[in-house]
Every structure is written in structure tokens, then in C-alpha cells.
């Protein structure tokens, strides 16, 4: 007799300079595994790094190929720390820091990636 895999949860916490991933069972709210990926730009104060722009005084931007990095490195590496499959996953919860807003068209890139 084969019983299935135990069923997690992944929590991803899109920070300032970086993001975190942690692995959690569902049965009883273990933390198995967690991972952090440093974003490659950081915060964005002075001027865009595509384009060169200068940015007003005040103003600190994000890339957000740096948040899709997060799930690209910091997820599989959480689960690898964790010892399960991807296939155990039935949630992703995220967080952002504060009001963090991302305007795209439609089919969902952000309106900024021709200048980022």
C-alpha cells in the first residue's frame, strides 16, 4: 500500500533587497525548508538601468525580472531544502513590501520592462 506524499504550502516574501521562500506542511504547519534570492538590481534610486533615465529626487523603483527571479532560484531551492516535490505543492502565498503596485496590459507584463 502507497500512501501520497505529504502536502505543502510555499510562502514567498518579496522583500527590499531580496525575497524568501519557506516550505510549510500542511498537516501541521512544520517549516521544512527555506531559501532567500538577493535581487541582481536592488532598489532603483538614481537612474533606470535599461534606459539611463534619471529618476526624480525621492523615487526608489524595483526590477521585476528581479521578483520573477525569486521563483525561478529561491522556490526550487526551498523545496530541494525541504526534500519534496513540486508536485506536493497545493499553495503559493505571497507578500509584498508595503503598497507595492505592478501595472500590466492584459496578458500580464509589466508596463515598465521595455525601459527596465
Request: proline content about 9%; hydrophobic content about 40%; charged content about 15%.
Amino acid at each position: 500500500m502507497t500512501s501520497d506524499p505529504p502536502a505543502v504550502t510555499v510562502g514567498v516574501d518579496f522583500g527590499t533587497l531580496s525575497g524568501r521562500a519557506l516550505v510549510v506542511a500542511v498537516e501541521d504547519g512544520r517549516e521544512l525548508g527555506t531559501a532567500v534570492h538577493e535581487y541582481t538590481h536592488g532598489v532603483v534610486e538614481s537612474a533606470l538601468p535599461g534606459s539611463g533615465s534619471a529618476l526624480p529626487p525621492d523615487w526608489a523603483l524595483q526590477i521585476p525580472q528581479d521578483w520573477r527571479d525569486v521563483l525561478r532560484f529561491a522556490v526550487p531551492r526551498a523545496l530541494a531544502a525541504a526534500g519534496v516535490q513540486s508536485d506536493q505543492v497545493i499553495g503559493l502565498a505571497t507578500d509584498f513590501t508595503a503598497c507595492t503596485v505592478l501595472p500590466t496590459p492584459w496578458e500580464g507584463t509589466p508596463l515598465c520592462e521595455p525601459v527596465c
